[in-house]
């Protein structure tokens, strides 16, 4: 049986070994750098002795660009007609038959032509992938399907080209290309971005600081999540069981390192209309920390009516904040929300003003913010208090 | 023997001791959930363009004279190319701020206050999920004065054509407007200004 185990294994592996890598070019915008970035990664492996192609370009005629390809064997493009207009897209045959150890290609959001192997171009990336070549591609952040919602409230821009989430998620390195909104808008003013006669135009519409600044911060957390996620392994992860055979101490720093790269948020709340402030609240402090936000109720009865439209009111205001609204059946709340800030990697937990408690009830045991305090050891805990309720001193 | 029967007097004391403390606690339970279902509700819509103080204390001395809970009802625009669940982070930091002052207010009148979002594509659209999906006696409204934004005299004339219960429509002065300062990006904090 372990034999069998062992044969499995290395078969496995040799089938990963076969699929390529995927490294991923992230930026926040047209013009920060990432297609320029590609091709200097690419002249340097080239330089290194690696045979480096290619498959698809888009230079948008900006010649720094356009200069830092040169050198390199470039994949012509295949012409294809469609409604008698003859376009040009990436050769996704040629670069297949060409088989090289590496492939260089461009806008990885793109929709290609009706008719050819695949829909989009990520599609054609993957199969690039399968036949063993190493792939660098480019993207936007606002091209991610997860985020095309928000960032279409953030700028008020739609983008029609999407990515699905999971291509990034897959890809074995995914690099963020980040400079300031102020150069960006530098380099678009100085026609490094766009032709002249387009330059006014995007700096009254897209191109915009306040845009720029959203969504800078927008890939910033989406390359920090995808760190974060790729530094926590299943159980199933071959990464978990060597995880666990790493000694102690490089554990431990692994263990911070992890924790320091994002907060999550979780306020305890139940179906009363006092939960509302505790909501706002855990939601204004999540937006200044970037976070995301759970939101738990410990149900340890069933909702009467009133408990039910509040529950009701609650989901939809979560929905509008975009957070988690989690309900969790359990007697013991602290024991519950430990469970919960362990699944789900809490670093904050907030919660209301508790009631006064009676003699005896003090008598039964700490309270939950002191047994909150006891189960989960290096997060933070904060009572939101009710700050109509405060009182000054006059002098 | 007298040991034992002090011993017994100990624990049937604290027996029932406990079971006070456990039926006092579900009896405060029950009076809090029936309190909070059973009085009336007076529904106040308010948009992200500003919220009335003079309609918004109105709304409030009204609950104190009926002992009735307040329900400020945020309602927030979806615009078409976004799905109407979406979340909306820039109006809900306008919402929020908005709820907060109402909150305080509300404490110094001493009246309850029950807030709710509601989206819809228009702010009549989201008066109508309202009015679905609230349970209210009274409405108090804040029309908007010709020619600025918020509810408008269309949406008046709508809710006075629709609204159920009753429905008080209050004209507030042109500048008599709680408005967060607009900002492009919803992490920033808000400061309510007049």
Redesign the interface.
Known sequence: MPARVQAQDLDSQRRADRRGRHKVFLGMAAGVGKTYQMLREGQAEAEAGRDVVIGYLEPHGRVDTARQAEGLELIPRRRVSYRGRELEEMDLPAILRRAPELCLIDELAHTNVPGLEHEKRWQDVEDVLTANIDVFSTVNVQHLESLN??V???TGV?VRETLPDAVLAAADEVVLIDITPQSLIERLRAGKVYPPERVEAALQNFF?V??L??LR?VALRQVAEEVEHKRLPTEADPARVLERARPRADRLIGAAAMQAVGERLLALITP??SS??IV?RA??SA??L?AELDLLWVQDHEP????R??L??LR??A????AHLLVERGDDVARVAQRVAHERGTTYVLMGTPRPR?A??RLRGPSLPNRLLALLPGIDLRIVA????RRYERS | MTATLIALAVALALALAALASVLSRRLAWKRTSESARGASRILFPFTAHGLSPTALDAALRLARAEQATLVPVFLARVALRLPLEAPLPRQSAVAVTLQEVIDQRAARFGVAVDHRIERGRTHRHALRRTFANERFDRLVLAAAPAGAAGIGAEDVAWVLRHGPGEILVLRPRLDDALRPQARGRPRKPLAASR
Request: overall charge neutral; some cysteine.
């Open positions: 919602d928000q279409c409230e953030l739609r915009r306040e845009n600044a959203a911060e009363q209309p509302q402030r706002r939601w204004r937006q200044r970037g009467s009516p009133a408990e439209e509040q009701e009111a939809r205001l929905s509008v904040l975009g009676s005896l009830a009710d700050r109509s309720q």
